[in-house]
C-alpha cells in the first residue's frame, strides 16, 4: 500500500511510528498519525491556524497513549487523575508514570486499527479526488474522515476537523491546478 504514497506522506507514516515509539506507546495510533502531520512543513500551519502546534498537541496524545484509566470512576473517589499526575511529575519528572518502552520484532510498531482505517481512508480520498499517489493531505483527510472527534479532542477545539478538511482541499486542489 505505501508504494503510492509520496516521499512526504511516506515520511509522515515513518515519524507517526517515532513518535509512537518516544511516547512509548504500544502501536501507532492515530494520536500519532495527527503529531506526525501537525509537524509536516508542509502541513503544520493548518494546524497552527487552529492555534495547535507540535508541542502541544504531543502532549495531548502522550496523555491519551497512557494506560487506560476510567477517570470517572476515579473522579467519583475523589481522585483528580490529572492532579496526580501533575504532582508525580514534579516530585519525579516528566514522564514519571510511561511504560517503559516495548521492543519490536523487526523494529516496527503495529497499527492500532483506527489508524489503519485512517491510512485506508486517505487512499479512498486520493482516489476520490482523481489523484494517483497518496500525499500528506490525503493522509489528513484519511485521519479526519476515521477519527474526526478523536481529532477535535486532540486539538481542543470544537469541529476542527471541518476546518482541516477545507484546508487539505484546498491545497490538493491547488496543488492540482
Same mark, same amino acid.
Given at each position: 500500500?505505501?508504494?503510492?504514497?509520496?516521499?512526504?506522506?511516506?515520511?509522515?507514516?515513518?515519524?507517526?511510528?517515532? $513518535?509512537?515509539?518516544? %511516547?512509548?506507546? $504500544?502501536?501507532?495510533? =492515530? !494520536?500519532? %498519525?495527527? /503529531?506526525?502531520?501537525?509537524? +509536516?512543513?508542509?502541513?503544520?500551519? *493548518?494546524?497552527?491556524? /487552529?492555534?495547535?502546534?507540535?508541542?502541544?498537541?504531543? &502532549?495531548?496524545?502522550?496523555?491519551?497513549?497512557?494506560?487506560?484509566?476510567?477517570?470517572?470512576?476515579? +473522579? @467519583?473517589? !475523589?481522585?483528580?487523575?490529572?492532579? =496526580?499526575? +501533575?504532582? =508525580?511529575?514534579?516530585?519525579? !519528572? $516528566?514522564?514519571? %508514570?510511561?511504560? #517503559?518502552?516495548?521492543?519490536?520484532?523487526?523494529?516496527?510498531? #503495529?497499527?492500532?486499527? @483506527?489508524?489503519?482505517?485512517? /491510512?485506508?481512508?486517505?487512499?479512498?480520498?486520493?482516489?476520490?479526488?482523481?489523484?494517483?499517489?497518496?500525499?500528506?493531505?490525503?493522509?489528513?483527510? !484519511? =485521519?479526519?474522515?476515521? $477519527?474526526?472527534?478523536?481529532?477535535?479532542?486532540?486539538?481542543?477545539?470544537?469541529?476542527?476537523?471541518?476546518?482541516?478538511?477545507?484546508? *487539505?482541499?484546498?491545497? %490538493? @486542489?491547488? &496543488?492540482? *491546478?
Amino acid at each position: 500500500m505505501f508504494e503510492r504514497f509520496s516521499r512526504q506522506a511516506r515520511s509522515a507514516v515513518v515519524l507517526a511510528q517515532e $513518535e509512537a515509539r518516544d %511516547l512509548r506507546s $504500544e502501536r501507532i495510533e =492515530v !494520536g500519532h %498519525l495527527l /503529531l506526525a502531520l501537525a509537524s +509536516a512543513n508542509r502541513v503544520s500551519a *493548518a494546524f497552527a491556524d /487552529l492555534g495547535c502546534d507540535a508541542a502541544g498537541l504531543r &502532549r495531548r496524545v502522550a496523555r491519551d497513549s497512557g494506560p487506560e484509566l476510567d477517570t470517572e470512576a476515579l +473522579a @467519583s473517589l !475523589g481522585i483528580d487523575i490529572d492532579r =496526580v499526575r +501533575a504532582s =508525580v511529575e514534579l516530585h519525579f !519528572g $516528566e514522564g514519571a %508514570l510511561d511504560r #517503559p518502552a516495548r521492543r519490536w520484532r523487526g523494529g516496527h510498531i #503495529p497499527f492500532h486499527r @483506527s489508524a489503519k482505517k485512517s /491510512l485506508e481512508c486517505a487512499l479512498r480520498e486520493a482516489v476520490w479526488l482523481g489523484s494517483k499517489d497518496i500525499d500528506v493531505w490525503h493522509v489528513l483527510l !484519511g =485521519v479526519l474522515r476515521a $477519527e474526526p472527534s478523536t481529532v477535535d479532542d486532540l486539538i481542543g477545539a470544537d469541529r476542527a476537523h471541518e476546518q482541516l478538511r477545507q484546508t *487539505a482541499l484546498r491545497k %490538493l @486542489s491547488e &496543488r492540482a *491546478a
